[in-house]
């Protein structure tokens, strides 16, 4: 099946910096990508809508000014966390999809300090 | 909106036992997609299943089944025969077009014991 790689899988920063998560979709094109975050024992809730191209899509109450995404290609798309603060700590995830499925890369484990 | 509910936070069972988690969705969209993912301690998220909207059929897959009934809109998933290595989160989603993003049911921690 279809493979999404994201890195790092575990990340420790200071606050105040930043740090950028990729996904990458390893054998197949993707329009569209998802990054989700969650929280211990939790849901994942769905952060933003990444477009190849365009300007990504947030959802209600993310601030797309402290997670900045880019999507340049149909391959790659990236999660900025910018000034991390200790309450950015969590696990956040990405999807890709094809026409039918859709597929998450392994996760990254974000510790602010 | 879409909506799914798992009902049951935490199950515990015994090894060799089956369990059934629930799943019941909401959803106004006629054609819609259902799916099951399994997350280990690990993190990632392991794809299970995905079933359309027209397709009833209960599926087996091992010692994986399937109830999708759309008159009670459930999509229930039982383990048969319940190992260690099953103890992980699962996960049920709901997406009501190709391409478009999944709503995530709040998940059940599965333990099973030895």
């Known amino acids: 099946g279809a493979v999404v790689s994201q890195h790092p899988s575990r990340v420790i920063c200071k606050s105040g910096t930043s740090v950028k998560i990729e996904c990458r979709s390893l054998d197949f094109q993707a329009t569209t990508m998802f990054w989700y975050r969650q929280f211990p024992k939790k849901s994942l809730m769905l952060m933003a809508t990444s477009n190849e191209g365009s300007k990504a899509t947030y959802e209600q109450g993310v601030e797309k000014d402290k997670f900045l995404i880019n999507h340049a290609s149909l391959t790659l798309s990236t999660l900025t966390v910018t000034s991390a603060h200790p309450e950015d700590s969590s696990f956040y995830i990405c999807?890709?999809?094809?026409?039918?499925?859709?597929?998450f890369g392994q996760g990254t484990r974000l510790t602010v300090v | 909106a879409q909506k799914v509910t798992q009902a049951q936070t935490e199950i515990s069972v015994v090894e060799k036992e089956d369990v059934t988690l629930d799943c019941v969705y909401e959803t106004r969209d006629t054609t819609y997609y259902l799916f099951w993912y399994k997350q280990p301690p690990s993190g990632e998220l392991v794809f299970l299943i995905r079933r359309n909207s027209f397709d009833e059929q209960n599926e087996i897959s091992g010692r994986y089944s399937w109830n999708f009934q759309k008159s009670t809109s459930s999509f229930n998933f039982t383990i048969t025969a319940s190992q260690v290595v099953d103890s992980a989160v699962y996960f049920c989603?709901?997406?009501?077009?190709?391409?478009?993003?999944?709503?995530f049911g709040e998940g059940t921690q599965l333990t099973v014991n030895p």
């Open positions: 999807s890709a999809r094809d026409i039918t499925e859709a597929f």
């Open positions: 989603a709901l997406n009501v077009a190709s391409g478009s993003r999944l709503t």
